[in-house]
């Protein structure tokens, strides 16, 4: 059970990455508008985008709950996918299954309360504050942990106060914390970039946005 829910909290972590760079982003094409295969959920998450870069990170629609159409679909989609892996997982490993149903509360619960709380997100996941905040909002694509980002070499890091203590993002002694952000510099290095936006390249990318978010829906 117990290692089943582990390696169904990795297989999570991994859906975050792919889901979030594949379908919320959507992918790049020459000439033509980013493309999704679930349109609405990247037009959702285009405009999530533009709100959180016009209000220092808040997300007016997490307060509004489901009555906000994004909030919605946030929770819906989230709905969806732990309902097909759970079901999925369940005929040969338990532990996987409820991982599915955990991941799915516990991605929620974090990305509500970062985009209600920005103080907290920088302290909590600050990689999730680099993905909106940074220059590039093309990485960092995982939430509740930065795991994947480390292994598909996508962590950007914008400044040393936005650097999380250990690739696990969680807390850890420091006989093992040390060795081990040894062990993943060597081998899954974070990249590092400088946090220089200034207030008209940050107005050009706000627009930048809605413009995808409206190509989105054509």
């Known amino acids: 059970m117990i290692k089943g829910f582990v390696a ?4 999570a972590n991994a859906f975050e990455w792919v889901a979030h760079k594949y379908i919320l982003h959507g992918t790049h094409r020459a000439g033509k508008p980013r493309f999704s295969p679930v349109p609405r959920s990247m037009k959702s998450h285009w405009e999530h985008h533009r709100e959180v870069r016009k209000q220092e ?3 007016d629609g997490y307060v509004q709950g489901l009555s906000n159409w994004r909030t919605k679909n946030e929770v819906v989609s989230l709905g969806i996918v732990a309902v097909t892996t759970s079901a999925m997982f369940y005929s040969f490993s338990k532990g996987m299954a409820v991982a599915a149903w955990y991941s799915a509360f516990n991605y929620y619960y974090i990305h ?7 103080d907290w997100a920088k302290a909590k996941i600050p990689w999730h504050y680099d993905h909106h905040m940074n220059a590039n909002q ?4 995982c939430v509740t942990k930065p795991w994947f980002d480390y292994v598909m070499g996508t962590r950007v890091v914008s400044s040393a ?4 203590r250990n690739p696990l993002g969680v807390n850890l002694p420091k006989f ?4 081990l952000k040894q062990l993943v ?3 899954f290095p974070a990249q590092y970039v400088q946090k ?8 050009q990318q706000s627009k930048d946005t809605e413009a995808e978010a409206a190509l989105s829906v054509a």
């Open 112 to 118: 509500r309360r970062a985009h209600l709380e920005p």
């Open 196 to 203: 220089a936006v200034s207030s008209k390249s940050s107005q």
């Open 176 to 179: 093992i914390e040390t060795p």
């Open 57 to 59: 990170f808040e997300d």
């Open 185 to 187: 510099n060597q081998y």
């Open 161 to 164: 106060d936005l650097q999380e």
């Open 138 to 141: 093309d990485a960092n694509w």
């Open 8 to 11: 169904g909290l990795i297989v």
